[in-house]
């Protein structure tokens, strides 16, 4: 089967890649696009270690195909900081020590900011949820 040619935006950078028709965004990013920031946990959509969004959407890229991402905007933790200015986000957890090992952190962050762009004062349920 011939590879699919697909063309996104990441962190608001048009881009284009191929991929099979069974690859994963995450497989993508991390393989295509070096954006290794998104990490795989799980595979199976549970812990959320892969987020990213897909036009504002919090979505798990390892349950996403890559071709799924053909004219729609993806973000994931690369897009989070400026330079070298850290999102507010990522400075909260720096100060607060809330990075655990590591492979969830991204994931957390980017969940994180998909919840306070729809909801500004979360609960501490919804924060959980």
């Known amino acids: 089967m011939p590879k699919l040619h697909v063309t996104t935006s990441v962190n608001g950078e048009p881009v284009e890649f191929l991929c099979e028709p069974y690859e994963t965004m995450l497989d993508a990013l991390r393989g295509q696009l070096g954006l290794t920031g998104s990490k795989e946990g799980c595979a199976s959509g549970d812990c959320g270690a892969c987020s990213i969004t897909l036009d504002g959407r919090l979505v798990c ?30 400075q909260k957890f720096l100060e607060h020590a809330a990075l655990q090992c590591g492979i969830c952190t991204s994931g957390m962050l980017v969940a994180s900011e998909a919840l306070l762009a729809r909801n500004s004062n979360p609960t501490e349920e919804e924060v959980r949820f």
């Open 61 to 90: 890229s390892c349950l996403m195909l890559a071709a799924e991402a053909e004219g729609h905007e993806i973000r994931t933790i690369e897009g989070m900081a400026r330079g070298e200015k850290l999102h507010p986000l990522q």
